[in-house]
Each structure stands twice: as C-alpha cells, then as structure tokens.
C-alpha cells in the first residue's frame, strides 16, 4: 500500500517488480500469487481509507491489475496441460504482453 499511496508508484509496475521477484526465488508458484497482494491492497485501501480521491485510484489501479494478471493466468491456463506458474507469467508478459511488458 505505501509504494501505491505514499510513493506514486503504479501497481503495474509493482507487478512485475513482484513477478520477476518471485519468479527468480520461488518459479513454481502458482501464477495467482502475483494477484493476492493486489487484491489484499485494494481491500485495505478501501477500508481503511475509504473514499478518497487518492485512495479510489490506488484501489481502482490495484483491483484493475489483479484482475488483469488473473485474466493472463486463465489464458495462459487454456495453453498448458498444467496450473501456470510465476516463471510461466513473467516469460508470457516478456513475450506477449502489452500491459506489463513495460
């Protein structure tokens, strides 16, 4: 929450920091492991700060993020014979991806 709120960053670029972090320490995660903490923020965020015009934008920009790394994690799920993983994620945004390919 404090790199979304306190320093201006965007949770698209704190997803793929996430991602390639996990990624090169924990490969076979699932995917959706790069979604819960966006979700958790969007929540806490909410609650806690409520309606805010700064804090309806860093939920909004987290839930939009989790949403579309979920929505990776199905297509990419829909190729594979097997659950996608981080290591799966990362190598799909470096390839294909024009959201998180930054």
Same mark, same amino acid.
């Given at each position: 929450m404090q790199r979304l709120l306190v320093e201006g960053g965007t949770?698209? *670029?704190?997803?793929?920091?996430?991602a390639t972090r996990l990624a090169a320490e924990r490969p076979d995660l699932p995917?959706?492991?790069? +979604?819960?903490p966006f979700?958790?923020?969007?929540? *806490?965020i909410e609650?806690?700060?409520g309606g805010?015009?700064? +804090?309806?934008?860093?939920?909004f920009d987290a839930w939009r993020v989790?949403?579309?790394?979920?929505?990776d994690t199905l297509a990419l799920q829909a190729g594979l014979a097997r659950a996608p993983t981080v290591a799966d994620l990362c190598?799909?945004?470096?390839?294909?991806?024009t959201v998180f390919n930054a």
């Open positions: 949770a698209r *670029g704190l997803a793929v920091e996430i995917a959706l492991a790069v +979604a819960l979700s958790l923020a969007a929540g *806490g609650d806690m700060l805010g015009q700064q +804090a309806c934008a860093a939920a989790a949403a579309l790394i979920g929505g190598a799909h945004w470096a390839d294909n991806d």
